[in-house]
T-cell receptor, first 111, second 115 residues
Framework: TQLLEQSPQFLSIQEGENLTVYCNSS?????LQWYRQEPGEGPVLLVT?????EVKKLKRLTFQFGDARKDSSLHITAAQPGDTGLYLC???????????FGTGTRLTVIP | GAGVSQSPSNKVTEKGKDVELRCDPI?????LYWYRQSLGQGLEFLIY????????KSGLPSDRFSAERTGGSVSTLTIQRTQQEDSAVYLC?????????????FGQGTRLTVV
């Protein structure tokens, strides 16, 4: 059983469309991160959210941390082919330091 | 270099053989993580080292897997009597643990193929 479940697992959309990826857990996290991974590379951090209800924006990407700090979402506006990749959420559980990763969402943006 | 370095980048081994995977973390990073990633999937947590504390080994899938971190720096992940299901990319990451701020910096991974 995965600590962090992401949905959808796969997503293929046309350039210009909007999308949302979800990251859910039954555990409470002191912080939650989103990473993006390209083929042959390690994941690279996009954002960290810390406060319940927090919203952070990174250009066309909007990240939200749930009020109860158990879930998060990533919304991409007007997706571009360069957004293609594997998106991973990761969390640090309250009282711990090790970092657990979600199941991943593979996004393909078709030109 | 300034990043996390892993070696070898690729390893092909025969079933039943032992393998050692190496990770050189970013200098000064106290935390070191090992993860396993099957093709296109998420990251499976294996083991976590933090400073001089006892490592969190809760993610190791069997007693064939072990890891060491010598001198708080370089880490080696050892897989004994490899099986075909061990084939995956093994990723190492390091971080400075500052409260909630645990940005993990990853190496490029070691692709292990057991034949």
């Amino acid at each position: 059983t995965q600590l962090l479940e992401q949905s959808p697992q796969f997503l293929s959309i046309q350039e210009g469309e909007n999308l949302t990826v979800y990251c859910n857990s039954s555990s409470v996290f002191s912080s939650l991160q989103w990473y993006r991974q390209e083929p042959g590379e390690g994941p690279v951090l996009l954002v960290t959210v810390v406060t319940g209800g927090e919203v952070k924006k990174l250009k066309r990407l909007t990240f939200q941390f749930g009020d109860a700090r158990k879930d998060s979402s990533l919304h991409i506006t007007a997706a571009q082919p360069g957004d293609t990749g594997l998106y991973l959420c990761a969390g640090v559980r309250t009282g711990a330091n090790n970092l657990f990763f979600g199941t991943g969402t593979r996004l393909t943006v078709i030109p | 270099g300034a990043g996390v370095s892993q070696s070898p980048s690729n390893k092909v081994t025969e079933k039943g053989k032992d393998v050692e995977l190496r990770c050189d973390p970013i200098s000064g990073h106290t935390a070191l993580y090992w993860y396993r990633q099957s093709l296109g999937q998420g990251l499976e947590f294996l083991i976590y080292f933090q400073g001089n504390s006892a490592p969190d080994k809760s993610g190791l899938p069997s007693d064939r897997f072990s890891a060491e971190r010598t001198g708080g720096s370089v880490s080696t992940l050892t897989i004994q009597r490899t099986q075909q299901e061990d084939s995956a990319v093994y990723l190492c990451a390091s971080s400075l643990v500052k409260g909630w701020d645990t940005e993990a910096f990853f190496g490029q991974g070691t692709r292990l193929t057991v034949v």
